[in-house]
């Protein structure tokens, strides 16, 4: 197996001495990427005593991530990524909300949905009902002066392409902000719920069946069967309880500063680097 640290606070002290966790691998310095990064190849599969000191080593200091030694670029076809609080920094609907003067009230079943304590087909309908008679306009103010993209995340699409890995959105959130992000950061495909509209306002209703866990691992399965891939050559990254059904159906799966949950159901997870770590971990 190949163990992966990094982080702006991840120093050679640290790998060595998680290096000294496995006897007879071979430590290297990833020099060319943007944080500091440590490969570590040759480990043996380690038991639960050592998973649990490498875990205090580096727990509050630099992100680790404990995968086959094989598995590179070429091992994927596929990238499918949560939208919100994933490849961007907010939760578009309590932005919405916030326009409402609802953001509190709002936020506070995003967050428990985000944590798996509430049906999130019910809680988004609770949700969208609470906007209901704000003008639609108040959405491309949103996407405007609110929505940024996480850090790395240029760069981590940008390599994405140049290695023929096509990309994913699957959205529990709202078309109108996907199919747009999907424009500027030159996504291959993209699926959300789709907001009510009537007189230029927003219906307080979401249009069709609602995009669910269920749809966004069942989204992952149709595109890399399009593709010609297994689900096995699929990388799936999220944040809130709502993702992990596509990501334990992945090869890969990421937890990207995300709910504990799913951090604890996730093959690793970034807290200390940005969407571009990914790259450390699929290097040659």
């Known amino acids: 197996m190949k163990l992966i640290l990094q982080g702006p606070s991840c120093t050679q002290a640290l790998a060595q ?10 430590l290297q310095n990833f020099a060319q990427f943007p944080y500091q990064t440590w490969r570590i190849t040759d480990c043996a599969a380690p038991g ?3 998973r ?31 939208m919100d609080s994933t490849l961007i920094t907010i939760e578009c609907i309590d932005e919405i909300a916030d326009l409402q003067g609802l953001k509190a009230q ?23 009902a609470l906007l209901q008679g704000l003008p639609q306009a108040a959405l491309q103010q949103v996407y405007e002066e609110r929505l940024r993209f996480s850090p790395g995340a240029e760069n981590m699409l940008a390599a994405m392409r140049a290695h ?9 959130g709202f078309t109108f902000f996907t ?5 500027q950061m030159q996504l291959d495909y993209a699926h959300a719920n789709q907001l ?20 966004k691992r069942d989204f992952l399965q149709h595109y890399c069967a399009q593709l010609g891939i297994t689900a096995q050559h699929a990388i799936a990254m999220g944040d809130g309880a709502n993702d992990l059904l596509m990501m334990g159906a992945a090869g890969l799966s990421v937890a990207y500063h995300a709910k504990p949950r799913v951090k604890q159901q996730a093959m690793c997870g970034f807290d200390h680097v940005g ?3 990914m790259l450390a971990l699929l290097a040659y």
């Open 52 to 82: 649990q000191q490498l875990q205090a080593l580096c727990e509050g200091v630099c992100d680790y991530a404990l995968l086959p030694q094989s598995m590179n670029w070429d091992s994927f076809g596929l990238l499918v990524m949560d």
């Open 275 to 277: 969407m571009d770590g």
């Open 196 to 215: 009510g509209v009537a007189d230029g306002k927003l219906s307080g209703q979401v249009e069709g069946e609602i995009l669910n866990a269920a749809k």
């Open 106 to 128: 709002v936020s506070e079943i995003t967050e428990a949905a985000m944590r798996g304590e509430l049906d999130f087909d019910a809680s988004l309908k609770r949700r969208v």
């Open 179 to 183: 199919e747009r992000v999907k424009a």
């Open 17 to 26: 001495a998680c290096a000294a966790l496995f006897p007879g691998s071979t």
């Open 164 to 172: 023929g890995v096509k990309t994913l959105l699957v959205s529990g």
């Open 48 to 50: 639960d005593a050592q």
